[in-house]
């Protein structure tokens, strides 16, 4: 697996991966939120969780934005409160990966013993960072898979160890309490704030809100 092959599912919506948002977990946070001097919870998009529904959502509690603490009202790390943004892919296909065969561009990792790989929907167009690859896991029903090689564009390579399904859901991350691999691990990779990659992510992904 060179490189990433052409992708033709029918538009270009279905290759992309979806930053779901939580309205449970927002709302819940919005209560908890509290004041802080300075804070702007609608800047940059709201942090990429999109300025007009999270402006709708506080609206419809009685609860003015301003002075809002974002990293509370979001649940970004060390907030104590619960991540209002997850990262999800889909399952384009996976295919036999043998001892030594390389993945993706430069062969930055070949495989140790044979395998399965699967190409997932979410490259670095969408704020899935480069430095990811090597480096993190994401979750597939429940079992942590590693990235491996470098990411590309629109998608990046998991090893699986035996086919799964196409189309399976694939977390990049989200609510650790809900066994979802956390934005910690996104930071220590990469050494980016949180804010920054749920920002990149919100803004590049396509946003879904779940009630």
């Not at 802080?36 to 009685?62: K, R």
């Not at 990966?97 to 062969?107: C, K, Q």
Request: charged share 15%; proline share 5%.
């Amino acid at each position: 697996m060179t490189s990433a092959p052409a992708l033709h599912l029918g538009g270009g919506a279905a290759v992309r991966p979806v930053a779901r948002l939580s309205a449970a977990n927002l709302r819940a946070n919005a209560l908890l939120a509290g004041s802080a001097a300075g804070g702007d919870v609608l800047a940059a998009d709201a942090w990429g969780h999109g300025a007009e529904w999270v402006a709708s959502t506080l609206s419809a509690l009685g609860i003015a934005p301003d002075g809002l603490r974002p990293e509370v009202l979001f649940g970004l790390p060390g907030s104590g409160t619960r991540p209002v943004m997850s990262l999800r892919g889909r399952v384009l296909g996976c295919k036999p990966l043998l001892t030594g065969e390389g993945v993706s561009y430069g062969y930055t990792h070949r495989a140790p013993a044979d395998t399965v790989v699967a190409l997932v929907t979410g490259g670095y167009a969408q704020g899935v960072v480069r430095s990811l690859g090597n480096a993190v896991s994401v979750g597939i029903a429940g079992r942590r898979h590693r990235i491996v090689g470098r990411v590309a564009m629109d998608v990046c390579v998991v090893d699986v160890g035996s086919p799964i399904p196409w189309g399976s859901e694939v977390v990049y991350f989200g609510d650790a309490a809900e066994g979802d691999p956390a934005l910690e691990e996104w930071m220590d990779a990469t050494g980016l704030g949180a804010g920054e990659i749920v920002a990149t992510v919100g803004a590049r992904a396509r946003r879904e809100v779940v009630v």
